[in-house]
């Protein structure tokens, strides 16, 4: 379902929205084609792509 990127979509219209950074954490490999998605996202991460140290690791930035 999309119901999550509708969700994102109306909070980057908000300026508080627009400011917290957004990890995407996905298997779904059509929302890599799906650009606004992507703009929109401060990270976009593919699951096939990425460990589970380097999710963490890039988690803790934006968490520190």
Known sequence: TLF?????FRSRQDE???S???????NLNYVED???VKELA???LLK???SLDEVIQRVKQYVA
Not at 4 to 8: D, F, G, K, N
Not at 21 to 26: D, F, N, R, S
């Open 4 to 8: 999550p990127y509708t969700t994102l």
């Open 16 to 18: 508080w929205g627009r």
């Open 20 to 26: 917290v950074p957004v990890l995407i954490l996905t």
């Open 34 to 36: 799906m650009p606004d």
């Open 42 to 44: 401060t990270e976009f």
């Open 48 to 50: 096939t792509d990425v």
